[in-house]
Structure formats: C-alpha cells, structure tokens
C-alpha cells in the first residue's frame, strides 16, 4: 500500500482546512486507516482512525468535536476535515494503514502535509 497525503498548508486560527490521503494497491480498502501529526520539536501522536467501510471512529482528545475523518473507499482516499482550528494544531500530518483484521500497527506511512495555524 502506497500512501499520498496532501491539502495541508497556512490557516488563520479558527480557520479550516481538508486534508486528503490517496491509498493505492488493490487491499487498500480493507486497511484501517488513521491521521497522526508531528509538531516542532515533539513526537507523533495519534489524530484520527477510521475502520474499513467507516465502520468505527476514533479521536484524540485534543480534536474530538473539531475533526471528522472519513473515506471513500470507492476513491481510496481518507479523509481529514479539520475545522476551528488552533495554533497548536500545527504539525506535520501523516496518513497511515494498519492491516487487518486487528488494526493496530500501522505499517504503511505516507509523507506528511504541513499544516500551519497563525494566532
């Protein structure tokens, strides 16, 4: 599985922004799939995951309410709808894809999409 993230880039705070994440090879609609994020100087942690056929929903505590992710399994692409966004917010944004049938470890990455949020 091959992953393509974008639709990152410079928001106001209270601003939104879409991020996408085109997955190729002929399982990618079988993978679960997930949203991590990378700010200056700090680790990744996790954002958003969504099970195949968007089964199953979860969210960091820090986005619940502002983010919603979704996919369209017919595109192979993952979703990140970001809205109210923060200055915190900004990180780089990685796509990921974990395997079946327990989903856990994600073993495909894509390169990440910066995402800058101005005060």
Not at 69 to 96: F, G, H, W
């Amino acid at each position: 599985v091959q992953l393509q993230a974008s639709g990152g880039g410079l928001v106001q705070a209270g601003g939104s922004l879409r991020l996408s994440c085109a997955a190729s090879g002929r399982t990618a609609g079988t993978y679960g799939m997930g949203w991590f994020r990378q700010a200056p100087g700090k680790g990744r942690e996790f954002v958003a995951s969504i099970r195949p056929y968007g089964s199953s929903t979860s969210y960091n505590d820090s986005v619940k309410g502002r983010f919603t992710i979704s996919r369209d399994n017919a595109k192979n692409t993952v979703y990140l709808q970001m809205n109210s966004l923060k200055p915190e917010d900004t990180a780089v944004y990685y796509c990921a894809a974990a395997k079946p049938p327990s989903y856990v470890n994600y073993d495909y990455w894509g390169r990440g999409t910066l995402v800058t949020v101005s005060s």
